[in-house]
């Protein structure tokens, strides 16, 4: 063995010393299914910033992932899915830094013949700049977010063999490629945009409401200042021009001068935009850094950004621009999908008297800009009296975060929390996984004032926690995990949000994160909001245990998840999504496993629906998923008066027994909410939760809305392998309810509910109203089925899915399954048809 390499699994590769021009032979053998592990010792550099890989043969489902890590890299993980590392993926063309995909410029698959590889073109002290290419071509950026520039080791992972690649190591790359911003082919653009060099023009297929097109290199002191030429623009409409971060920078920086992208677009009756018209975007740095003789462009800086119009400055703002520098971007809409670039006309600014106005404004205003950088340090800043911890944790603190360290001979559990409570504009805080052996034990939550630094957060009283050693979720010493289990480990990344606080009663919600993930929701039942505080434990079982903690004033927001997007659902460990036919499929299990929304129903997300793919329930088929509301977690009883026919904690359909032919292959089954104008804005209200079936009403039912909100949960029995979404009903903006049938309802609920507080407060059983819990599922009264009915034969026949409207349509087939699920519930046999309770 040379000592070049580290290397596990099947793989077979030329163990010696690259030379300049030389092609490295790397093969997995046929049949290796597991992960495969090869990386070179020997760090990118700025001499030798560069690698690449050609594919020369691959199997069907092999996966490939090109990247930059460290030593410490677990031999299973592909870089990319590991804190502080970047990962290229074959298979999906998503590009991944510190676990994380999203940012302007998306990847793109390859395949046989293609040639593949990962660029550094920025070198910095905190964190560098990447470029990912695919034949020769810019597809993507990344930022590496590692200091320690003896960790930007070049890594393999291949998997499901055989693969064949040809790689030049960044010793025998020969040249480091450059990317001129003036050639258009070199612009990393989204999917369904095409560029024309015989008109010089940019166009898009009008598919997505916008896309758009990223310069390969930032602005920089020899570019200063890019134009788009307008082309096409609908009803005045305009492209977008601004700037963007090489991907989201982490952790989320809590400076309002700070962020990940700018835009500006022509928008109002003064600023219609025209064909012909030149749009520009530009940054000027400050005349004293400028005048500098060792003036450094790619490093954090104080920046003023500007927009013209046809070379009229007519905005700018002061920014700070992130290390490598800001990279010109522009947004193409479907009234102004057609732009020419032009980055040599007024690239510079060379005009003196330009110069000289944007050096007054920047001087200007720098000043107050300045002391909001120093406003936000501070507020950065913790003190030593702001935390209770054990006296064995060492801990290191810094603008940036909080390192935490536990010897390893140190025994049993250590604790710290931060005497700062978690509320709605500091609600989230974020644990960095640097070094923990198998055996350690990692715990983060949130507990009173009167927490035991001997415990993990949510195994004492008044405390929620989210444990490493079995993935669970607990909460006042007890496990209330009822959904799937995800642990985390070496390389992960762990947060918790809070994301509801009690007005009324002590029980808040919190929402774990793995990874940017959603792992599910829990209760917090602490009733004094003073006394949120976040906790992390440790105990390292005879192993040293490292983490970087972000505490709640060190990071800005948690980052924004969208209902439609399946990734950002609570999943169980190793499903896999199409995010494009909005399938998730799991792996084979002997138990049932939840699918969660990490987003409550609320008056914009209003209903969702599943979609039944696959036969059941006949000749050995296994059951159709089932599909429910729950509350953030099960909850506890705590007062008599919690008791109620209207306080559950799900409510669910399952298409079994006799109710299996309500629904057939194809159809569409949902659950939605409706909120009556009574109940709008109410401390505790009662809400109308619906069920469809393809789109029509079914059944309503009143409850009393959880703390926190009713949350979607798909449920995959035994044997259910997958199961398809519908995402283009989510937000219900007609339906055949009346205010006053709706109301009707509410008020029924609320004498009811009186008589169950009459029975509590006599010291009796709300089960002496003898209120079966299928009665209180209601059918639609025949007047609203035929009006609506009549109202639907006038609708026209081409109506928007985007203005989703419900139907009322009577179904006897599931009116007979749940007469039948009925008759049985009266004889006392219990539940074998649908259950919705």
């Known amino acids: 063995m040379s000592g070049l390499f580290r290397s596990a699994g099947d793989i077979i590769f030329d163990d010696y010393q690259p030379m300049p021009g030389q092609v490295s032979n790397v093969q997995l053998k046929k049949f290796s299914e597991t992960s495969n592990f090869l990386q070179f010792l020997k760090p990118l550099t700025p001499q030798h910033p560069y690698f690449f890989a050609q594919i020369r043969a691959l199997a069907q489902n092999s996966k490939i992932t090109l990247g930059i890590a460290g030593p410490d890299i677990d031999e299973d993980a592909h870089p990319g899915h590991w804190n502080h590392t970047v990962g290229y993926h074959m298979n999906t063309g998503q590009c991944f830094s510190s676990h994380m995909d999203s940012a302007n410029t998306k990847g793109e698959k390859f395949s046989i013949g293609d040639m593949f590889g990962v660029l550094i073109t920025h070198f910095g002290e905190d964190m560098s700049t990447v470029m990912f290419l695919r034949n020769g071509t810019p597809v993507a950026t990344r930022y590496l977010f590692e200091s320690d520039q003896s960790k930007f080791l070049p890594t393999l992972c291949l998997e499901n063999g055989p693969v064949d690649l040809g790689v030049m190591w960044p010793e025998a790359a020969l040249g480091v490629p450059r990317f001129d911003e003036n050639n258009m082919l070199n612009w990393i653009k989204d999917s369904g945009v095409q560029y024309d060099p015989g008109t010089n023009i940019f166009h898009y297929d009008k598919k997505l409401p916008e896309v758009t097109l990223q310069c390969p290199v930032p602005l920089n002191k020899e570019l200063v200042h890019y134009e788009v030429i307008v082309q096409e623009a609908v009803e005045g409409e305009s492209p977008a021009v601004g700037i963007a971060t090489c991907s989201p920078l982490w952790p989320v920086p809590t400076c309002v001068l700070l962020r990940d992208f700018f835009r500006w677009k022509a928008e109002g009756t003064d600023l219609k935009s025209e064909v012909g018209q030149r749009i520009g975007f530009g940054i000027h740095y400050g005349p004293e850094e400028r005048s500098k003789p060792d003036f450094d462009d790619k490093k954090l800086q104080l920046v003023l950004c500007f927009v013209t119009v046809d070379m009229q400055i007519v905005f700018f703002r002061m920014m700070l621009q992130p290390p490598g520098g800001f990279f010109p971007l522009v947004i193409l809409s479907r009234g102004a ?289 089932m599909i429910a509301l729950s509350s953030a977690s099960s909850m506890d009883v705590t007062s008599p008066t919690d008791r109620s026919h209207f306080r559950l904690d799900h409510l669910r359909f399952w298409a079994v027994g006799e109710a299996a032919g309500s629904v057939k292959v194809g159809d569409l089954v949902g659950w939605g909410m409706l909120i009556p104008e009574s109940q709008v804005n109410e401390l505790e209200r009662l809400v109308i939760c619906f069920l469809t079936i393809n789109r029509s009403i079914v059944l309503t039912r009143v409850v009393f809305e959880p703390e926190g909100g009713w949350f979607p949960i798909v449920l995959l029995a035994a044997g259910v392998k997958r199961v398809q979404f519908e995402f283009s009903a989510i937000r219900i903006t007609e339906h055949p309810l009346t205010d006053a049938y709706m109301e009707s309802l509410i008020t029924e609920t609320k004498e009811v509910h009186a008589k169950e507080l009459e029975l509590i407060a006599a010291g009796k059983d709300i089960d002496e109203l003898n209120i079966k819990k299928t009665d209180l599922m209601k059918y639609l009264p025949e007047e609203i089925v035929e009006k609506d009915r009549l109202k639907n034969l006038e609708r026209p026949a081409n109506a928007k899915m985007s203005d989703v409207v419900m139907k009322a349509k009577g179904l006897d087939n599931f009116q007979k399954a749940v007469k039948g699920f009925r008759d049985i519930k009266d004889k006392g046999q219990g539940s074998k048809a649908c259950v919705i309770l």
């Open 337 to 625: 999908s057609k732009v020419e670039l032009d980055l040599a006309t007024n690239r510079d600014l060379g005009n003196q008297e330009t110069t000289e106005l944007l050096d007054n404004i920047y001087t200007e205003r720098a000043t107050a800009a300045l002391q909001v950088i120093e406003e936000d340090k501070q507020r950065r800043l913790l003190d030593l009296s702001k935390f209770r911890k054990s006296d064995d944790i060492v801990m290191e603190m810094n603008e940036q975060c909080c390192r935490l360290h536990l010897p390893a001979e140190k025994k049993r559990i250590h604790a710290i929390q931060l005497r700062v409570p978690l509320s709605e504009e500091a609600c989230v805080f974020y644990c960095e996984v640097i070094k923990m052996n198998d055996d350690s034990v990692i715990g983060i939550g949130i507990g009173d004032a009167q927490f035991n630094l001997s415990k993990h957060p949510g195994k004492h009283k008044n405390s929620t926690g989210y444990i490493s050693k079995d993935g669970k979720l607990y909460y006042n010493e007890r496990d209330h995990t009822d959904k799937s289990v995800i642990r985390f480990s070496e390389g992960d990344t762990i947060a918790m949000e809070l994301i509801h606080i009690s007005n009324r009663n002590c029980n808040s919600v919190v929402r774990f994160i793995r990874n940017g993930c959603p792992v599910g929701t829990q209760f917090v039942t602490i009733s004094n909001k003073e006394e949120l505080f976040p906790v992390v434990s440790l105990c390292g079982n005879g192993y040293s245990v490292h983490l970087n903690v972000f505490w709640q004033n060190q990071v800005s927001q948690a980052q924004g998840l969208k209902v439609a997007n399946l990734h950002h659902w609570c999943l169980p460990e190793g499903a896999e999504v199409d995010n494009d036919s909005k399938i998730v499929t799991v792996k084979p299990l002997r138990n049932s496993v939840c699918v969660q929304c990490p987003t409550p129903l609320n008056e914009y997300f209003s209903h969702f629906e599943v979609k039944i793919i696959d036969e059941y329930g006949f000749d050995n088929h296994p059951p159709p998923p």
